[in-house]
C-alpha cells in the first residue's frame, strides 16, 4: 500500500532535474554577493514579480518577519487579516522580534472588507500607532482561499492614504496566480515588499524570497543576517529554486483540481466541508476528533494534518499520483461506515 501523504505541500522531494541542477550549481559565498546561483534566482524572481530587488532566505517566516523588522517600529501594530500566517504560525517572532502587535480585521474566506482595514488605522496618540499593513494569498486558515486583485488594490490604497507600508505574505501567491488566471506579477503588484515561498507548491527543498525596492535592499540583508540568514554557498539550494520559479507553477493547476476532486469526494461521504472555500489545493474539513480521524487515516495510508480539535486538512501537491483523490476516498469511505 503506497502512502498517500496530504499533509502538506512542504513534504515534496526535489525533482531528478532539481537534483543534477544542486550537484551541478555554481557556487560563492552568498553573504558576500558572490554566489552566482543565487544571484541569478534572485534576479529572476525581481523580474518575474516586478520589482528591483529580491533578497533569498531559508525560510517563509524568516522573509515575513525581516519585512515586519523593516516596516516597523517597537510598539507598532501590524493590520492582519484573521488567522494570519505571520501571527499563528511564526512562533510568536512578531513580539520577540519587531516588537509589534497585530491588530486582526475580520475576513470571511481570507478576504478584509477594505472599510474595516481603514477603521483599524490607529494614529491616536491614546492607541498603538498602526505601522504596517498585511495580506496573505493564498490565506492557509481559511482554506487556501484566494483574494480578489480589487479587494488588495482596495486594501493598498487605504494604505497609500494612510501614509502605511503594505506587505504581502505570497507564500502561496502562484496558487493565487493560476486560481485567478493572472501573471504572478499581477498578485504581486502594488505592494512594498512580497514574500513567496519555493518550497511548497512549487516544489524546492528549501528557500524563500523577500522581494521590495532597491532602497531597502541594504537593510532587507542585514536583518537576514542578523536572524542567522546568511547561508554561504547557497547557490547548491538556489539551483533548485531556479527550476521550482520557471517550472513549478505549471503543475499548480493540476493540484487544484485534484484538491477539488478530493473535497467533492469528501462531502458524497457526508463529511462537513465548506466547497465554497475550496479554491486551490487545500481541502479543510469538520469532524468530531481531528486528532483521533488523523491517526485512523494514518494506518489506512493516508497521512493528513489536525489543525485543532475538530478541523482537518488535506493539501494536494506535485508528488501525489493522479490517482490520490480517489485512492484516498476509497479509504476513507470504509472509516466512516
Known amino acids: 500500500?503506497?502512502?498517500?501523504?496530504?499533509?502538506?505541500?512542504?513534504?515534496?522531494?526535489?525533482?531528478?532535474?532539481?537534483?543534477?541542477a544542486m550537484a551541478e550549481a555554481e557556487v560563492g559565498d552568498d553573504v558576500?554577493?558572490?554566489?552566482?546561483?543565487?544571484?541569478?534566482?534572485?534576479?529572476?524572481?525581481?523580474?518575474?514579480?516586478g520589482f528591483e530587488r529580491a533578497v533569498y532566505m531559508p525560510s517563509g517566516t524568516m522573509t515575513n518577519q525581516v519585512a515586519l523588522l523593516v516596516?516597523?517600529?517597537?510598539?507598532?501594530?501590524?493590520?492582519?487579516?484573521?488567522?494570519?500566517?505571520?501571527?499563528?504560525?511564526?512562533?510568536?517572532?512578531?513580539?520577540?522580534?519587531?516588537?509589534?502587535?497585530?491588530?486582526?480585521?475580520?475576513?470571511?474566506?481570507?478576504?478584509?472588507?477594505?472599510?474595516?482595514?481603514?477603521r483599524a488605522v490607529h494614529t491616536s496618540p491614546h492607541q498603538a500607532p498602526t505601522g504596517l499593513i498585511a495580506l496573505e494569498n493564498t490565506h492557509n486558515t481559511a482554506g487556501g482561499t484566494v483574494v480578489p486583485?480589487?479587494?488588495?488594490?482596495?486594501?493598498?490604497?487605504?494604505?497609500?492614504?494612510?501614509?502605511l507600508p503594505v506587505h504581502l505574505d505570497g507564500a502561496r501567491l502562484f496558487n493565487a496566480a493560476v486560481a485567478l488566471g493572472v501573471e504572478g506579477r499581477e498578485v504581486a503588484a502594488g505592494f512594498d515588499t512580497v514574500s513567496i515561498c519555493l518550497s511548497k507548491g512549487l516544489g524546492a527543498p528549501v528557500g524563500s524570497l523577500l522581494l521590495g525596492p532597491a532602497e531597502l535592499e541594504g537593510e532587507i540583508r542585514r536583518y537576514r543576517k542578523m536572524l542567522g540568514g546568511g547561508m554561504r554557498q547557497a547557490g547548491v539550494l538556489a539551483a533548485a529554486g531556479l527550476i521550482a520559479l520557471t517550472e513549478g507553477p505549471k503543475a499548480l493547476a493540476r493540484d487544484h483540481a485534484l484538491a477539488r476532486e478530493l473535497a467533492e469526494g469528501l462531502v458524497r461521504l457526508g463529511l462537513d466541508v465548506d466547497l465554497k472555500s475550496v479554491q486551490t489545493n487545500m481541502v479543510f474539513a469538520r469532524v468530531e476528533d481531528a486528532p483521533g480521524f488523523a491517526a485512523r487515516l494514518r494506518e489506512a495510508g493516508v497521512l493528513i494534518n489536525a489543525l485543532g480539535p475538530e478541523r482537518v486538512r488535506?493539501?494536494?501537491?506535485?508528488?501525489l499520483p493522479d490517482e490520490a483523490a480517489a485512492e484516498a476516498l476509497a479509504r476513507i469511505a470504509p472509516l466512516l461506515g
Open 32 to 49: 558576500y554577493r558572490e554566489d552566482p546561483t543565487v544571484n541569478r534566482l534572485e534576479a529572476l524572481a525581481a523580474e518575474m514579480l
Open 149 to 163: 486583485l480589487e479587494v488588495q488594490r482596495a486594501v493598498q490604497a487605504v494604505a497609500r492614504a494612510a501614509g
Open 71 to 118: 516596516h516597523t517600529r517597537r510598539g507598532q501594530e501590524v493590520i492582519l487579516t484573521e488567522g494570519a500566517h505571520v501571527y499563528e504560525f511564526e512562533p510568536g517572532a512578531m513580539a520577540n522580534l519587531s516588537g509589534a502587535s497585530p491588530r486582526f480585521v475580520p475576513s470571511p474566506y481570507g478576504v478584509p472588507d477594505p472599510e474595516e482595514v481603514r
Open 1 to 20: 500500500m503506497r502512502i498517500l501523504d496530504f499533509r502538506s505541500d512542504t513534504v515534496t522531494r526535489p525533482s531528478p532535474a532539481m537534483r543534477r
Open 314 to 319: 488535506f493539501v494536494a501537491h506535485r508528488d
